[in-house]
């Protein structure tokens, strides 16, 4: 049953002082007024690490967080670092208590690798704008082998913990042993989004005679050859 108390995550509560969630995924409901996919609050140094969330995430006052990994982080002694993790599930709330990753931050907190399903959240963090390795993607992008592949950030074979297959995980990506398939370059082309690559400095120019676009990267040639 979805639960009502004061901080819920998906797997763990509280999370404090030395942890670690590694490889685990919540498709449960989580109802809170500060809630997490993941983890409800944070205190103390850990990290978050190869997770996905599926589930809805709410914030029961309206007041609170509600966020598809972590809730918050509660004290300024927090060094939380947050890698390679998607959340799809939906996050109710008001827009300033939903948040694609991590609601609100004190201490230090690092993103990377980490995506959230367009039109969840305003954005990956409270405190944090987005970027390029913490950003929302549209369900296409997110249903794709490209994404496991993004998530293994070039762990291969038994160390990359992110698969895919179109009928597991309704194509989103899953949590097993070895490489994410991908069978053509047209999945790697949809897989980009423009904003992503100019961010990354793998594209430049506005595509016009005048001034065409300058490609330095294959999945940029990719990206340009899907449009």
């Given at each position: ?11 763990a ?7 670690k ?12 007024s500060v ?15 190869d997770?996905?969330?599926r589930?809805k995430?709410?914030?029961?006052t309206?007041k ?17 670092d947050?890698?390679?993790c998607?959340?799809?599930g939906?996050?109710?709330g008001?827009t ?35 970027a ?11 249903q ?20 895919w ?9 899953n949590?097993?042993?070895g490489?994410a398939l ?19 400095n ?5 595509g ?11 999945r940029?040639l ?6």
């Amino acid at each position: 049953k979805p639960a009502t108390l004061v901080s819920v995550g998906g797997i763990a509560g509280l999370a404090t002082l030395g942890f670690k969630v590694l490889r685990s995924s919540n498709e449960g409901a989580v109802t809170a007024s500060v809630g997490g996919g993941i983890v409800g609050r944070v205190s103390g140094k850990g990290s978050i690490e190869d997770c996905y969330n599926r589930g809805k995430v709410t914030d029961s006052t309206g007041k609170g967080t509600a966020a598809g990994i972590a809730g918050v982080a509660i004290d300024a002694s927090v060094v939380l670092d947050i890698s390679s993790c998607y959340s799809t599930g939906a996050l109710t709330g008001n827009t300033s208590s939903t948040w694609g990753i991590v609601g609100g931050l004190t201490g230090s907190t690092a993103l990377a690798n980490c995506y959230y399903l367009e039109g969840t959240a305003p954005k990956a963090a409270r405190d944090k704008a987005d970027a390029a390795d913490a950003c929302s993607k549209t369900a296409e992008q997110m249903q794709n082998a490209m994404l496991a592949v993004t998530l293994n950030a070039k762990r291969q074979g038994a160390n990359a913990p992110w698969g895919w297959k179109s009928d597991v995980n309704d194509a989103y990506p899953n949590l097993t042993t070895g490489q994410a398939l991908v069978t053509s370059w047209a999945e790697v082309g949809a897989a980009q989004t423009e904003k992503e690559l100019r961010a990354a400095n793998e594209l430049s120019g506005s595509g016009t005679s005048d001034d065409p676009f300058a490609i330095s990267t294959p999945r940029a040639l990719a990206w340009w050859a899907y449009q």
